[in-house]
């Protein structure tokens, strides 16, 4: 139990990750009586990081990420704790496709990142040749990987399933998760599971219809967001907050920790502000910036992170003249098209755009092709719209178009990252005591994963102070 003396936890960041864990601190503090104060510093002039939903002439546009996988409790579970569980809405179930050489093909039914768990509608698909179905079958007969450390997904896939699965289906999937290289990217950072799987059951799909999982068959969709869009769980946290909680547009230039294991934060304008713990949310590049004299945190500096951008565009129906049964779309990199993705956002999410209306998103930006990202709004407007007359019928300019840009945004967990994380967790604690990083550079991108780090991280902030 703490003394009577007030602690003070500062949390660096306003993104999901740090707002999560503002909010929940500052719930476990309220439960249990505790003489804790807890401050949330953004360096923007807003929270919550890449999660922005615009709304305007009756459209629910979102900037950033769109949904949450239902399968993960965590955001049902902060919603129900917020009071707005009663929001929360599945997306319309509609047909995927895939473009590969150029074609538009739906991705076969049953399919798990890219992995066929249902034989009939992997055999009739046109999307794959003979020779690529037989080579994906010989999944059943391959021996274990005798591979101990870590590998590349892209190396585990193609051993696994044969090149033509990889590139026409896996890797479009995966890109439309990472924005990454998946021959670069780590497997035990990202589906640990699908290892473990193949080494308890030998064969990858095999061991994916033992465990019980499966593509949702009922009228659900798989993914969860709220009527007012995602923005509606930040504003939630941030008006469960405390009065004056939250620093906004205040960015800390240095984070010393004193002898007597008070920490000192020092803003760009000159103002300081003392805790005796601090959690660190912000993307591992700042991280290490904060703290330039640590060489264990060295290797965030030079972690890669790729640009990505989003391209949200208003039309009326009727200027759709080939309209696509259809509620999303991936691109292969054999495709001539700079689009990595696509949402008929109004078919998979009705109540984002009014009557008459459809409202179309598409994403830009991967490894290796990041500079599309830079071009300007224009530019890239003309670029989506070509792109777009190749899948369907466009009729004239859209209504509007917003383009979001996200700047070394999207961590890149490559190979050893596992390991290379672990390392600077207990590097950090015994050299900074109450210090505490967390966020989507670590161990998960999406926003349940950050919901599990932030309160990870109030659990060791708590076990700390007392």
Known sequence: ???????????????????????????EIKDKHLPIEVKLVEATHRL????????????VIEKGPDSCLASKPEVSRLAERLGIEDTLIRNRKGTSYVIAGGELYPIPGGSIVGIPTQIAPFITTSL?????????????????????????????????????????????????????DIDQLS????FPQLYELEQKHRSLIAGIKKSGQSVNSNEKGNFLTFTGGLQSLIDAMESGLNPNTVYKSMKVTSIEKEDSNVY??????????????????????????????????????????????TVAMGFAQDAIKKD?????????????????????????????????KALLRCYLGKSGDETIVDLSDDEIEQIVLEDLSKIMDI?????????????????????????RIQDMYEQAEASLPGLFI?????????????IVQGEKAVSKVMEYLE
């Open 264 to 309: 000192t934060i020092t803003f760009t304008n000159g103002e300081q502000l003392e805790a005796d713990s601090v959690i660190v949310t912000t993307p591992h590049h700042v991280v290490q910036s904060m703290f330039p004299t640590y060489p264990f945190l060295t290797f965030l500096k030079e972690m890669p992170a790729t640009s990505v951008a």
């Open 324 to 356: 696509i049964a259809g509620t999303e779309f991936l691109v292969s990199r054999n495709s001539d098209y700079s689009l990595t993705a696509g949402t008929w956002t109004h078919k998979k999410w009705p109540h984002t755009a009014p009557e008459g």
């Open 48 to 59: 919550g990081g890449k999660v922005h939903t615009l709304k305007r002439d009756g459209y």
């Open 1 to 27: 139990m703490l003394g009577q003396q007030n602690k003070r936890v500062v949390i660096i960041g306003g993104g999901i990750t740090g707002l999560t864990t503002a909010y929940y601190l500052q719930q």
């Open 395 to 419: 009729e004239g300019e859209p209504e509007f178009t917003i383009v979001s840009r996200y700047k070394n945004s999207m961590p890149q967990y490559t190979v050893g990252h596992r390991e």
């Open 187 to 190: 497997l035990m950072s990202t």
């Open 438 to 450: 967390a966020g989507s550079s670590y161990e998960g991108v999406s926003i349940p994963d950050c």
């Open 128 to 180: 794959f040749s003979l020779t690529g179905k037989m080579r994906a079958a010989a999944d059943f007969v391959l021996p274990r990987s005798q591979e101990t450390e870590d590998q590349s997904l892209g190396k585990f896939f193609r051993r696994r399933m044969g090149d033509e699965v990889v590139d026409h289906l896996i890797e479009p999937l995966l890109t439309g998760i990472f924005a990454g």
